[in-house]
């Protein structure tokens, strides 16, 4: 697929996407959405990439959210579909089994933020903002942002943002939770690169096991997560990478990774 509103560019393991629509803030519309689902497929599948990081262009935004221009035209059928296929599109970044970084440049609204969330860890800028703005529109956040807002930060919180619609800034956002670190404007694509690099030298197959069992045990009982959690410590004994990182701090030496 040709991307219109989107920049895809492997560096060394790295997919960097870009969405690409600055004069409109970066807005989700239809087109963009379905670019992301064939970033996030290629992500999720293509063997050279090993994690991504996830961008707006420009300085003002990193996505204001779906756009509202498409939402304007939608009625209960096609709505309900529009938001079932943004839900999908940002599960497959989710669950696509490498890690995934926001690096978040600008304005995370409505869609923004929701995407970011799915994303698994936040980078911000110091001029970020974030909010779930929907019900100043009459509609709902549709994207996971009932879902995976409290997830992130708690019930009460999100609530508080969801049922305002106000913004907050990127040290609130790092005050409650909603991401995880807060840089200079100058400094965030680095920072993210510099983050996901660290992660990507870790043994692959525990981190990909790492973030399944997060992902899924969140929707278990204790003792389901705790059993998923130790058949996953079992299924890593299986392999070469274990072997390798055990023997290599015993040798006092850094550990070869093979994704085996
Ligand atoms: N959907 C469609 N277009 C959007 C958009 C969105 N979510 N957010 C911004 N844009 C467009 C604007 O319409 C404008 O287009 P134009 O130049 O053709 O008129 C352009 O992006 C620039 O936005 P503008 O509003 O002029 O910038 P600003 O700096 O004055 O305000 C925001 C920035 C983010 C506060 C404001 O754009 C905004 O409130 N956007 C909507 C946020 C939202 O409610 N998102 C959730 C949607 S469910």
Same mark, same amino acid.
């Given at each position: 697929?040709?991307?219109q509103?989107?920049l895809?560019?492997?560096?060394?393991g790295?997919a960097?996407v870009?969405?690409?629509?600055?004069d409109?803030? /970066?807005?989700? /519309?239809?087109?963009?959405v379905?670019?992301?689902?064939?970033?996030?497929?290629?992500?999720?599948?293509?063997?050279?990439?090993?994690?991504?990081?996830l961008t707006?262009?420009?300085t003002k935004?990193?996505?204001?959210?779906?756009?509202?221009?498409?939402?304007?035209?939608q009625?209960p059928f096609?709505?309900k579909?529009?938001?079932?296929?943004g839900?999908?599109?940002?599960?497959?970044?989710?669950t696509?089994?490498?890690?995934?970084?926001?690096?978040?440049?600008?304005?995370?609204l409505?869609?923004g933020?929701?995407?970011?969330?799915?994303?698994h860890?936040?980078?911000a800028?110091?001029t970020a903002?974030?909010?779930?703005p929907e019900?100043?529109?009459?509609?709902?956040?549709g994207?996971?942002?009932t879902?995976?807002?409290?997830? !992130?930060?708690?019930?009460?919180v999100?609530?508080?943002l969801?049922?305002?619609?106000e913004?907050?800034?990127?040290r609130?956002?790092h005050?409650?939770?909603?991401?995880?670190?807060?840089?200079?404007?100058?400094?965030l694509l680095?920072?993210?690169?510099?983050?996901?690099r660290g992660?990507?030298?870790?043994?692959? !197959?525990a981190v990909?096991l790492?973030?399944?069992?997060?992902?899924?045990g969140?929707?278990?009982? !204790?003792?389901?997560?705790?059993l998923?959690?130790?058949?996953?410590?079992?299924l890593?004994?299986a392999?070469?990478?274990?072997?390798?990182?055990?023997?290599?701090? !015993?040798?006092?030496?850094?550990p070869?990774f093979?994704?085996?």
């Amino acid at each position: 697929m040709t991307y219109q509103t989107l920049l895809f560019d492997v560096r060394d393991g790295v997919a960097f996407v870009t969405i690409n629509r600055p004069d409109k803030l /970066n807005a989700l /519309n239809d087109q963009v959405v379905e670019e992301l689902a064939d970033a996030a497929e290629r992500i999720a599948t293509e063997p050279p990439v090993k994690g991504a990081i996830l961008t707006g262009a420009g300085t003002k935004a990193f996505v204001a959210g779906a756009d509202i221009g498409d939402l304007a035209k939608q009625g209960p059928f096609d709505g309900k579909a529009r938001a079932l296929r943004g839900q999908a599109v940002l599960r497959r970044l989710e669950t696509c089994g490498k890690p995934v970084i926001a690096a978040i440049n600008g304005y995370a609204l409505g869609g923004g933020c929701e995407l970011a969330m799915a994303c698994h860890l936040r980078i911000a800028s110091e001029t970020a903002k974030f909010g779930q703005p929907e019900v100043k529109l009459g509609i709902a956040p549709g994207y996971g942002g009932t879902q995976r807002l409290p997830r !992130l930060v708690g019930k009460g919180v999100a609530l508080q943002l969801i049922l305002s619609g106000e913004m907050i800034d990127a040290r609130e956002a790092h005050r409650i939770g909603l991401v995880n670190a807060v840089v200079a404007p100058a400094q965030l694509l680095a920072e993210a690169e510099r983050t996901l690099r660290g992660i990507l030298a870790m043994g692959p !197959l525990a981190v990909r096991l790492a973030l399944e069992a997060v992902d899924r045990g969140l929707d278990m009982t !204790l003792d389901d997560g705790l059993l998923l959690e130790a058949n996953h410590f079992g299924l890593l004994a299986a392999t070469r990478d274990m072997k390798e990182g055990l023997a290599a701090f !015993l040798e006092k030496r850094p550990p070869r990774f093979e994704g085996r």
